[in-house]
């Protein structure tokens, strides 16, 4: 997560405006962007931004602990903890809401109905408009609990006109990287996985989170006027959007390799050097998830090998399933309604998996 106090960062202000927005509509919605496009930096900034007109509380879903998703028990449990958890923390430290979670949790066989009615006691405590944020959902999707979880606070949002703003959760917030709306879970044991989303009242919205060569220019501005270098932002600006296309992580990275391995070469020379580091870089999180999604995903692998080696043209057509999720990884966009690679980076990054492939495959 990016921390202005500590980062140089793109201005991001309008773009969260959006989300400002949603919440003052009381809309919940979903942030589902790839890995490393700006979900947590966005969560955090409507926590530090929000808290105080509503009373923001942030949670995460990610676990290592499989038996927090077995029953209807240890979900509550699970549930319950997150919000203990939330109340110690320095920023919303309230001894009274972290007791009400204390109590909450001693319940001895709580089916939904409890969970539900639960929420709206702690809501009418609380008298003031709850908003949130659940981060890393990604792990849950296929779990029958969660769905059932989705489909209360659906309920309950339903239900808010008639038994008024404080029955439930102003505002609810999912992110990940999967698709909520698009889940499929088992619902028993028997069955095949089938699309079962209750999210069907998240709000959709149009917006961008790629950094423009403007936006990047605030980040290098602020960078410029500490340090001094005379470099021309603007150029260097719309010469990392050349080769990152604006993903947050890509530009942020470049640099990163300029300002600590490059000896600040602030010239195209230098950007074109930091792409080539960042391509070499085998620990680059970003980069291994590509081989991990390509392995893992025939039909993804597929459809990029025929774009990146066969320059296959494909319509950009995200009612396709392999379109959808190789736009859902940010692996490719929109080129005049074709698909084509998302930047210059990945489209190096691919040529070399593929590359690789043919090289394991042929001398074995």
């Not at 080129?335 to 040529?351: G, P, S």
Request: hydrophobic share 35%; with cysteine.
């Amino acid at each position: 997560t990016c921390d202005s106090k500590r980062h140089y960062m793109v201005d991001t202000t309008n773009k969260m405006k959006v989300f400002e927005r949603l919440i003052n509509n009381g809309n919940y919605f979903t942030i589902n962007r790839a890995r490393q496009f700006g979900k947590s930096t966005s969560l955090k900034w409507i926590y530090n931004h929000l808290n105080g007109e509503y009373l923001v509380v942030s949670l995460s879903f990610e676990t290592t602990d499989k038996t927090n998703w077995i029953d209807n028990k240890s979900f509550y449990d699970f549930f319950c903890q997150n919000m203990i958890t939330a109340f110690k923390s320095a920023k919303i430290k309230n001894e009274e809401y972290e007791q009400f979670w204390k109590d909450a949790k001693q319940a001895e066989k709580p089916d939904f109905k409890y969970f539900s009615d639960v929420i709206t006691e702690f809501c009418e405590k609380v008298q003031k408009k709850v908003v949130i944020l659940i981060d890393e959902v990604d792990q849950s999707l296929d779990n029958e609990l969660f769905v059932r979880f989705l489909a209360m606070l659906r309920n309950k949002y339903i239900d808010r006109d008639q038994f008024g703003d404080y029955s439930t959760f102003w505002s609810v917030i999912l992110a990940g990287v999967y698709a909520i709306k698009s889940m499929k879970v088992k619902i028993r044991p028997e069955e095949e996985h089938k699309f079962n989303s209750p999210w069907n009242v998240a709000a959709d919205y149009k917006l961008d989170m790629t950094f423009n060569p403007q936006e990047i220019s605030t980040m290098l501005t602020d960078y410029e006027n500490d340090y001094h270098f005379g470099f021309d932002i603007k150029e260097i600006s719309e010469e990392i959007y050349k080769y990152t296309s604006g993903y947050p992580v890509l530009v942020s990275r470049v640099c990163k390799e300029i300002d600590e391995r490059l000896n600040k070469d602030w010239t195209k020379d230098g950007v074109q050097n930091a792409v080539k580091r960042i391509l070499k870089d085998k620990d680059f999180t970003l980069l291994d998830d590509i081989s991990k999604n390509l392995h893992r995903h025939k039909e993804l692998h597929n459809l990029m090998y025929a774009i990146s080696v066969n320059t296959v043209q494909f319509s950009y057509s995200p009612i396709d399933p392999v379109i959808k999720m190789a736009i859902m990884f940010s692996y490719i966009k929109d080129d005049n309604n074709f698909v084509t690679v998302h930047n210059l980076i990945f489209d190096e990054a691919f040529h070399s998996f593929f590359i690789e492939e043919y090289n394991r495959k042929h001398n074995h």
